[in-house]
């Protein structure tokens, strides 16, 4: 019944002419046409040109007439060359066709519900009918880097002396951090296992038991609100290592990430890749994770400010408020009187209550509010910017963290629309020395701006006591043309220290012991120094493929409200299963 | 704080008497001797001795003298040739030890709650305090070969064209199989995710979607009770592959397994591994998985026994039952009246209710039944089983299932008791051609002997309708050494053969719909003849480890009854996490 195939429909080329062959695979476009049915071939592989010749017999030409797009079939025939002229030079396999003897049919199909060559369907469509989605070769050739990429991690981690270890999906929960999925436990009434938000704490305890490097390709759940491109669950290469710095875990990292550039875009990257600090990139980008592929880097204006008429910038200071702006090369051309009340729009959407605009020109600023610039603060502006006629600037009075938000993505935006980089190209650059805690104000404590595993800068120890939000963590993020590729930190290897985090944190001494027991005790007994890393393994599919949308890059995503649509799930259960597990709808 | 090392503790030998060096890790032992403190220092990759010498202070001394074992430091010294005499054969780094010159405490330690070179604590302990003993070299050892084990798995794979594809823990709930894990959606009230009992249905769509040859090490999930060797969640590799019939997934798979054998046994396999029909297996060894390093094949006789004057024999045709037995030469000496009292207790375990034994003499037979044997029955025994003087015969007389259950017991029994293989030596073969189907008569029914996707011969087809019983699958299990280390199918991709086992399996139309739809209309959307199957991990290190504990093989694994002692897991929670997930104790 199975016609067993020799080649695949990728492979044939004029080297292979008179040979007997078979190839299996659906049928891609089919045509009748001038006493010949031609029909394309498609697998995984490639396309290959079939032919059926009156030669062929009138039973197998009527039989081959029959078939119809995505049916699939097994073809006997010899490999000829197409007809002078008729050559596909857009397929390897164009030079030839096969001119088939006999064929099988293994299954035929209904008109599929859209065409898996033609214009994408909405993504509702896609997600029901996933099978066939993923038929369409754009979306295969993600799965096929998604492949490569897991196989590099890996292969690059053990050959430097990492081990693969799994972990347990099955664990506890830990409220620290983002919601849990739980499982209920049969055996163990009105007691649920939680699925890992990421294997943290086994990667450390992996660490004092001394398995010095660990990497595990892992999955993560987290049970948040989906935004656009979340799902509840998602893959991290997760590394931990024993006896290391932070330095050590970067350039460690770094021969990963230079493995990966080579392979995904051909670039040998310059190692070691640069390493920001975070004080110093939010002031510069007003991001932790700035795209660093153009300029357009933000400057401190308050003295400016202080030498204008504007009474928004004038007062600035008073407020406590920052006076931040940065110029774009061109843009005054760019961007006209209605462009900028779009920018100023989107500015207001990061709660900014203004945005200053000036056109600089040969002499002076154009602009509704250059007329509040006396001269000196022109030109400490132009020298400020080192700014040339054509250009634009972009100033923002207000909190820092408005300003923050407000330029960083003014700058994202103008650069992109002024083809500022190219949006081909990758820049790589690691971003250092997070604050180890942030207030959070809601819930009156501090709250782990990484986790609540993280080292402090041990120069910055004695902070802890005396004003913990200063402390720096002895942390490091990989950013990616703008985008967290991966974070890591050194851990806590000390249990006084660690008791100390947890009792910022807010935790007492008992909750820390209930909560994180194992832990404690573990440090008690015998850490090492070590830290570690994840990569988003999604993320750097989606940056490789230059895809944006992550279901793209997930065989079976779940939609923004968790559902998969292709087999229902979630679904309802028996009676009989949630009785097992003790527990009911509430 | 931290001493960069430069050499592992596993790595130094007379090359490098003279060089500075640095050493991490744990006190492996320490003693003070004549003026002289040692240390042993273990990590990951060895041992070394370090001995902190009057010469380097007496300051150093006194603090080496403090340390105790599993304290964790950091040493920086100079490699030098132990003392004549002192040399440590068993060490590869027994020839030299590390003269320090200063060291730092990482982490100092009360006295573990076991000795980590000491006898293996009980498991409860061992459990428990997970993170000490994953420190014990003969542990560390299972999951380095577990590394190697999957990373092999995985290259071979991929090398053979087959692509590592991600499919979801959170999935829809099949009750056709063993018991799911739940999950309770917390968007969907009522709704409940389940744990994957393995990636079945998905990667059959991949085949549906053209990706041609998947793999994967999937973790799989299934809440039934924990019997001895088994764990809530376990490992597979999981493979798919298009257009291939049986042979071609177990000659696909005979390279990894040749590949598996090469690297953890260094035995080349000869190839094509022998394939084994059900029918037979089960016939001559009263098993589908049995261990073929030795002989003791079981005979059919019927004959003889019409022959004898044993009425317990003599009447077993009469209802219906079989009479079987093996030889085990050399037995007759080794087993006493009282072993073979055992031996028939042991064979009552398995519902036999007696066991006829004949130790082989030079002329005729002893034991208390020889004379139920008459001479052409004796001398029909002999010929059967080419049995010689010494020889022992265990024959029992019951139903099919009941002979199969206590001779194959028997069998392995005998043959490890006599010493009949070497335990070191492997075996693997395939187990071809299994029953479709099996007919439970608890719900009145079939049910899927491997699972409901699997094709029928095709030469059986014809019999669904008629004898269901009689049909025989293509299915495949790899046996090594008596154990189940694998097993596949090539599936249904004829969504009308696929509904008609649905039929037979008792699922309604419209069961079948709500139950499979997605996989039955993905059958009808083109799906390719494609077929699997699944290599157990945990299983494959167990046996290439030579340990006989799941446990073992898992970095932190559940006890029977599912809880993980370390972490305490399954948990209780708040009320608060329930109540957003619409569910509450029953």
């Given at each position: 019944?199975?016609l067993?195939?020799?080649?695949?429909?990728?492979?044939?080329?004029?080297?292979?002419?008179?040979?007997?062959?078979?190839?299996?695979?659906w049928?891609?476009a089919?045509?009748?046409?001038?006493?010949?049915?031609?029909?394309?071939?498609?697998?995984?592989?490639?396309?290959?040109?079939?032919?059926?010749?009156p030669?062929?017999?009138a039973?197998?030409?009527?039989?081959?007439?029959d078939?119809?797009?995505?049916?699939v079939?097994?073809?006997?025939?010899?490999?000829?060359?197409?007809?002078?002229?008729?050559?596909?030079?857009r397929?390897?396999?164009?030079?030839?066709?096969?001119?088939?003897?006999?064929?099988?049919?293994?299954?035929?199909?209904?008109?599929?519900?859209?065409?898996?060559g033609?214009?994408?369907?909405n993504?509702e469509?896609?997600?029901?009918?996933?099978?066939?989605?993923?038929?369409?070769?754009?979306?295969?050739?993600?799965?096929?880097?998604?492949?490569?990429?897991?196989?590099?991690?890996?292969?690059?981690?053990?050959?430097?002396?990492?081990?693969?270890?799994?972990?347990?999906?099955l664990?506890?929960?830990?409220?620290?951090?983002?919601?849990?999925?739980l499982?209920?436990?049969?055996v163990h009434?009105?007691?649920?296992?939680?699925?890992?938000?990421?294997?943290?704490?086994?990667k450390?305890?992996?660490?004092?038991?001394?398995?010095?490097?660990?990497?595990?390709?892992?999955?993560?759940?987290?049970?948040?609100?989906?935004?656009?491109?979340r799902?509840?669950?998602?893959?991290?290469?997760?590394?931990?290592?024993?006896?290391?710095?932070?330095?050590?875990?970067?350039?460690?990292?770094?021969?990963?990430?230079a493995?990966?550039?080579?392979?995904?875009t051909?670039?040998t990257?310059?190692?070691?890749?640069?390493?920001?600090?975070?004080?110093?990139?939010?002031?510069?980008?007003?991001?932790?994770?700035?795209d660093?592929?153009?300029?357009?880097?933000?400057?401190?204006?308050?003295?400016?400010?202080a030498?204008t008429d504007?009474?928004?910038?004038?007062?600035?200071?008073?407020?406590?408020?920052?006076?931040r702006?940065?110029?774009?090369?061109?843009?005054?051309?760019k961007y006209s009187?209605?462009?900028?009340?779009?920018?100023?729009?989107?500015?207001?959407?990061?709660?900014?209550k203004?945005?200053?605009?000036?056109?600089?020109?040969?002499?002076?600023?154009?602009?509704?509010?250059?007329?509040?610039?006396?001269?000196?603060?022109?030109?400490a502006?132009?020298e400020?910017?080192?700014?040339?006629?054509?250009?634009?600037?972009?100033?923002?009075?207000d909190?820092?963290?408005?300003t923050?938000?407000?330029?960083?993505n003014?700058?994202?935006?103008?650069?992109?629309?002024?083809?500022?980089?190219?949006?081909?190209?990758?820049?790589?650059?690691?971003?250092?020395?997070?604050?180890?805690?942030a207030w959070?104000a809601?819930?009156?404590?501090?709250?782990?701006?990484h986790?609540p595993?993280?080292?402090?800068?041990?120069?910055?120890?004695?902070?802890?006591?005396?004003?913990?939000?200063?402390?720096r963590?002895?942390?490091?993020?990989?950013?990616?043309?703008?985008?967290?590729?991966?974070?890591?930190?050194?851990?806590?290897?000390?249990?006084?220290?660690?008791?100390?985090?947890?009792a910022?944190l807010?935790?007492?001494?008992?909750?820390?012991?209930?909560?994180?027991?194992?832990?404690?005790s573990?440090?008690?007994?015998g850490?090492?120094?070590?830290?570690?890393?994840?990569?988003g393994?999604?993320?750097?599919?989606?940056l490789?493929?230059g895809?944006?949308?992550?279901?793209?890059?997930i065989?079976?995503p779940?939609?923004?409200?968790?559902?998969?649509?292709?087999?229902?799930?979630p679904g309802?259960?028996e009676?009989?299963?949630l009785?097992e597990?003790?527990?009911r709808?509430?």
């Open positions: 019944m199975l067993k195939r020799t080649h695949t429909c990728g492979e044939l080329t004029k080297g292979q002419v008179g040979e007997a062959v078979v190839l299996n695979g049928v891609d089919w045509r009748d046409f001038g006493g010949l049915v031609f029909i394309d071939l498609r697998d995984r592989y490639g396309v290959t040109q079939v032919v059926f010749e030669d062929a017999g039973e197998l030409q009527a039989r081959a007439r078939l119809r797009n995505e049916y079939v097994g073809v006997k025939g010899t490999v000829a060359p197409r007809l002078a002229g008729k050559e596909n030079p397929l390897k396999t164009g030079e030839v066709e096969v001119r088939a003897t006999d064929f099988v049919l293994y299954n035929a199909t209904p008109t599929p519900p859209f065409e898996i033609g214009p994408e369907p993504e469509l896609r997600l029901k009918y996933r099978f066939l989605d993923l038929r369409r070769p754009s979306i295969q050739r993600v799965f096929l880097l998604r492949h490569e990429l897991t196989q590099l991690m890996r292969n690059v981690m053990s050959e430097q002396g990492f081990l693969d270890v799994e972990t347990p999906i664990g506890r929960s830990t409220p620290e951090g983002a919601r849990d999925f499982v209920p436990s049969r009434a009105s007691h649920f296992y939680a699925l890992p938000q990421s294997p943290q704490l086994y450390q305890l992996l660490m004092v038991s001394g398995f010095d490097r660990y990497f595990q390709i892992a999955r993560c759940f987290r049970d948040e609100d989906l935004r656009a491109n799902q509840p669950e998602f893959t991290q290469l997760d590394v931990e290592m024993s006896f290391v710095e932070d330095h050590d875990v970067m350039s460690t990292m770094e021969g990963l990430i493995a990966m550039a080579q392979r995904f051909g670039e990257l310059m190692l070691p890749l640069p390493r920001l600090e975070y004080h110093d990139v939010v002031e510069r980008f007003g991001s932790d994770r700035p660093l592929r153009y300029g357009l880097e933000l400057k401190d204006l308050a003295d400016v400010a030498q504007f009474k928004v910038l004038k007062q600035a200071a008073e407020l406590g408020h920052r006076v702006g940065f110029c774009a090369p061109g843009g005054a051309e009187r209605k462009d900028l009340d779009g920018l100023t729009e989107f500015a207001g959407t990061f709660g900014a203004g945005l200053v605009w000036l056109k600089v020109e040969a002499e002076g600023f154009a602009g509704p509010t250059a007329k509040f610039f006396p001269s000196p603060a022109q030109a502006l132009r400020r910017f080192d700014a040339k006629a054509g250009d634009l600037i972009l100033i923002v009075a909190t820092q963290a408005v923050n938000q407000a330029l960083s003014l700058r994202a935006r103008l650069a992109t629309e002024l083809k500022l980089y190219d949006p081909k190209s990758f820049h790589y650059s690691w971003v250092i020395h997070f604050p180890l805690l959070d809601e819930e009156n404590r501090y709250v782990a701006e986790h595993f993280t080292m402090p800068m041990f120069e910055d120890l004695a902070l802890l006591d005396s004003d913990p939000a200063k402390v963590a002895q942390a490091y993020d990989l950013v990616i043309n703008g985008e967290e590729a991966g974070g890591g930190t050194i851990r806590c290897h000390d249990p006084a220290i660690q008791s100390k985090i947890f910022l807010g935790l007492s001494p008992e909750q820390a012991e209930e909560k994180f027991g194992f832990l404690l573990a440090l008690r007994n850490a090492p120094p070590h830290g570690g890393i994840a990569l393994v999604d993320r750097l599919v989606m490789y493929a895809i944006t949308n992550i279901r793209d890059c065989a079976f779940k939609t923004a409200k968790g559902t998969d649509l292709m087999t229902g799930a309802t259960v009676p009989r299963q009785k597990l003790h527990i709808p509430s």
